[in-house]
């Protein structure tokens, strides 16, 4: 067992220049392996909209399900930082409305934190969540609950004023409250310089490698997602073609009789007796 990451944990290793690894789980055979693996923090992304539901988008994710979701995972890593994604529509209606919702996800979901999309207009939310005793990352550049507005997924920051503005952003949200600060799409001297303007640590995906940490879909790693796959992703596995390949195997061995043998059936000792008594 590995010393549980706490958020100021996390903001310690930024200080000692140690990187920190996120990666998304949602269920509690991908948490345990993700605590097995050594990860330092757990997303309970709304990309189980794509991955798990099969949605086209996030959109529809619910609060109900990442309660459920998290649930599951914080049962597979009781010893890592489990973190909820607030999902569209839990916490852009009112202030009240978004603690609400993030203090279910820690007290029904056993999160130990939320995260949330947006820019510098999240500011007043993440400072009542912070003073709820709410810990929050706060997520900017690409951020996919936007995919209707920013008509598709973009690269951020690409001009003098963007970048800017996600500077702007960045430090606005860490004065608020924020623990650390996500950076999606955003081109990597840009998230380095944010990165070296914060004080909290900031979690890169497709943002370079100048960021404090990095956080990856766990289904895009392992290879198990082919619907989509961003450049910034590395298949680390083709666990998705192996899996397949497994049931294959299966399929054929049921069909041909080879499956189960006896390796894998249970003997009825004295058959020859008591099968003949059976009407
Ligand atoms: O929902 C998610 O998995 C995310 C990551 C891509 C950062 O927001």
Not at 200 to 221: E, F, R, S
Request: proline fraction near 5%.
């Amino acid at each position: 067992m590995t010393e549980k990451k706490t958020w100021p944990r996390m903001q310690e290793m930024k200080e000692a220049g140690e990187k920190i690894v996120m990666i998304t789980a949602y269920d509690y055979a991908s948490a345990t392996m993700a605590q097995n693996a050594g990860v330092d923090f757990i997303l309970v992304g709304d990309s189980l909209g794509n991955v798990v539901q099969g949605c086209d988008n996030t959109l529809p994710v619910t609060v109900d399900e990442i309660i459920y979701h998290s649930k599951m995972v914080r049962r597979g890593a009781p010893d890592t930082c489990v973190v909820g994604d607030m999902p569209f529509g839990s916490y852009e209606v009112t202030i009240e409305e978004g603690v609400r919702n993030a203090i279910r996800m820690m007290k029904e979901g056993g999160c130990d934190g939320v995260k949330l999309e947006g820019g510098i207009e999240r500011a007043p939310l993440i400072k009542a969540l912070t003073e709820a005793s709410v810990p929050v990352m706060a997520h900017i550049g690409m951020t996919p609950q936007k995919i209707a507005q920013m008509g598709g997924f973009k690269v951020q920051g690409k001009s003098v004023e963007a970048a800017q503005k996600l500077i702007d952003a960045a430090k606005e949200l860490e004065a608020a409250g924020a623990v650390q600060v996500l950076m999606e799409c955003v081109p990597a001297p840009l998230a380095t310089k944010i990165t070296e303007s914060l004080h909290v640590p900031t979690i890169g995906i497709g943002a370079g490698a100048g960021c404090d940490g990095q956080v990856l879909v766990w289904y895009d790693l392992a290879g198990m997602y082919d619907k989509f796959c961003p450049k910034f992703v590395k298949k680390y596995a083709e666990a998705g073609k192996m899996i397949t390949n497994a049931m294959a195997e299966y399929v054929s061995e049921v069909k041909g009789g080879q499956f189960p043998d006896d390796a894998h059936s249970f003997a009825l000792k004295n058959a020859d007796e008591i099968l003949p008594r059976l009407y």
